[in-house]
Each structure stands twice: as C-alpha cells, then as structure tokens.
C-alpha cells in the first residue's frame, strides 16, 4: 500500500501540500508555445525548495517554479487513475 491509498476503504488519497518538500520527485507539464503551435509534455524532476506554496522543481540542469498545484508527486498514481478512481472520504483517512 502506497501513502496515496487509504488502508480503510482502499480508496485514493489525493495528494496535500505535504506531499511537496525538498527531494521528493514530482511530475509536472511544461508548455512550450512557438509562433504556431503549443506543446505541452510532462517532466519529472526532483523538488529543490518550497515557498509559500511554490516549489522549484530540478529537471536536467534547469529550474522549473510551479504552484503546488501544478505538481503531482511521481510515486502517486497518475492524474487519470484519480479522475477514474474512487476517491477516499474517510473522516480521518488512514494510510501506510
Ligand atoms: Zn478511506
């Protein structure tokens, strides 16, 4: 059982602002626009600092500053399972 499922009901445990501190890797979406197009890819890197809700995220040698928000730690199960799957509302949620 991963901290991201609750060990009551089973259930996904969204993830919180303390999720996001120093040395945990996060996914987060980087947007590249060109006169013609936008593109959007994901990366992983790995948290550097945390501010007030920001973070700076280390990806190869550069520095990437995203809301909490816009991250999404890289040991939680992916955006998608959270949009598909059964969230946890447990009162107090329990995970291991
Ligand atoms: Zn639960």
């Given amino acids: 059982m991963s901290k991201y499922h609750c060990v ?9 602002d303390s999720d996001f501190f120093v040395g945990e890797n996060v996914v987060f979406a980087v947007v590249k626009e060109t006169t013609k197009s936008t593109k959007i890819s994901t990366k992983t890197g790995r948290i550097e600092w ?3 809700g920001y973070a700076g995220v280390r990806s190869g040698k550069k520095i990437f500053t995203r809301a909490f928000n816009k991250l999404h730690p890289a040991d939680a199960p992916s955006p998608l399972t959270y949009i598909l799957g059964k969230l946890c509302e447990c009162e107090v949620p329990n995970h291991g």
């Avoid at 009551?8 to 919180?16: A, E, R, S, V, Y």
């Fill in 8 to 16: 009551i009901c089973g259930n996904l445990i969204k993830p919180t």
């Fill in 50 to 52: 945390v501010k007030e």
